[in-house]
């Protein structure tokens, strides 16, 4: 099992930039493939970015592409979302995720550990 605790969420105006963490416990964060949700307000959960295990495999969802860059660090168990240039739509609260495989994943029913969210508020 990993426990997953996000960080880095904040209120933004439009254009700036946030970076989100995502720290998991245990000795074998290097065997997770990782990945961003985000929620907004009255709207179910979606898909934001992958990364594989070792990472070096990325996907993203395509409002996202060109603003967000997700990556991973496994000496110090944490997955980075860097958002730039963000919009007011962004806002919500993300959620990272985690599934011990090799495989990259996108679906979020695939995914068995998740974190607690953290908000995101990108205002005009």
């Known amino acids: 099992q990993v426990q997953l605790v996000e960080s880095g969420g904040g209120l933004v105006q439009a254009g700036g930039s946030l970076r989100l963490s995502c720290t998991g416990s245990?000795?074998?964060?290097?065997?997770?493939?990782m990945g961003w949700f985000r929620q907004a307000p009255g709207k179910g959960r979606e898909f934001v970015a992958a990364?594989?295990?070792?990472?070096?495999?990325?996907y993203y969802e395509d409002s996202v592409k060109g603003r967000f860059t997700i990556s991973r660090d496994n000496a110090k168990n944490t997955v980075y979302l860097q958002m730039n240039r963000l919009k007011p739509e962004d806002t919500g609260v993300y959620y990272c995720?985690?599934?011990?495989?090799?495989?990259?994943?996108?679906?979020?029913?695939?995914?068995?550990?998740w974190g607690q969210g953290t908000q995101v508020t990108v205002s005009t």
């Open positions: 995720a985690a599934r011990r495989t090799i495989a990259l994943i996108m679906e979020e029913r695939q995914y068995d550990f």
């Open positions: 245990g000795r074998t964060f290097s065997d997770y493939a």
């Open positions: 990364i594989s295990w070792l990472g070096g495999e990325l």
